[in-house]
């Protein structure tokens, strides 16, 4: 399985931008890279996927790595809602999503 | 709000008992997921169902079994309860039974607590 690697935590300041890494060396070339996120006390959302080319929808932006052995979640302005627990995860067309820790998002307000 | 709906909420049970947990998933959608969340392992994916039938297994126990049925609602049971038994369980859907685009849709879960 290729594997995701992550911070265990982030901070960031209210409206400020938030750049959540996340390494996948190992990423094949049928992989999709996706980003769920856990609020606290709820069950996982979708947030945003993508496969070759920088992304954009209304919750966030995904930027991909020429390489695609990186990617980059980013909040164009964070707010309180925001905090979570952030996952990467890689997905291909057979295999189940399988989550790993994540990164703890902290907003300070 | 997902569209997708757990029930209960919150299970108290002692060791050894068996349980139900219940979910019912969006509208249209043909799969469902189980998950296991716990302090020390994480979101485990347990199993999945699509249009009735088991489509993949993660790390579910034997003690652990899921169907769904007709109407698309799965039921997870676990039997033989343990205390490490205890923890969230959360129930997803999807329109497909796999694709590397699909997104899966959670509910709020179940509280499982095993004392």
């Known amino acids: 399985d290729a594997k995701t690697t992550q911070p265990n935590s982030m901070e960031s300041n209210e409206e400020e931008p938030v750049h959540l890494p996340c390494n996948h060396s190992t990423i094949s070339g049928t992989d999709y890279i996706h980003w769920y996120r856990q609020l606290p006390s709820q069950g996982p959302e979708y947030v945003i996927h993508g496969l070759t080319s920088n992304v954009n929808n209304r919750m966030a932006s995904l930027a991909i790595a020429e390489d695609r052995k990186s990617s980059t979640l980013i909040l164009h302005r964070a707010t309180l809602r925001d905090a979570a627990v952030y996952y990467c995860?890689?997905?291909?067309?057979?295999?189940?999503?399988?989550f790993g820790a994540g990164t703890r998002l902290t907003v300070k307000p | 709000d997902s569209g997708v709906t757990q029930t209960p909420k919150h299970l108290i049970t002692a060791t050894g008992q068996r349980v139900t947990l219940r979910c019912s998933p969006r509208?249209?959608?043909?799969?469902v997921y189980w998950y296991q969340q716990s302090l020390d392992q994480g979101l485990q994916f347990l199993i999945q169902y699509y249009n009735g039938e088991e489509r993949a297994k993660g790390n579910i126990l034997e003690r652990f079994s899921a169907q769904q049925f007709p109407d698309l609602h799965s039921e997870l049971n676990l039997s033989s309860l343990e205390l490490g038994d205890s923890a969230l369980y959360f129930c997803?859907?999807?329109?497909?039974?796999?694709?590397?685009?699909?997104?899966?849709?959670f509910g709020p879960g179940t509280r499982l607590l095993v004392l």
């Open positions: 509208s249209g959608d043909l799969s």
């Open positions: 997803a859907s999807s329109v497909a039974s796999s694709g590397d685009q699909e997104t899966q849709y």
């Open positions: 995860i890689l997905r291909d067309v057979i295999e189940d999503m399988r």
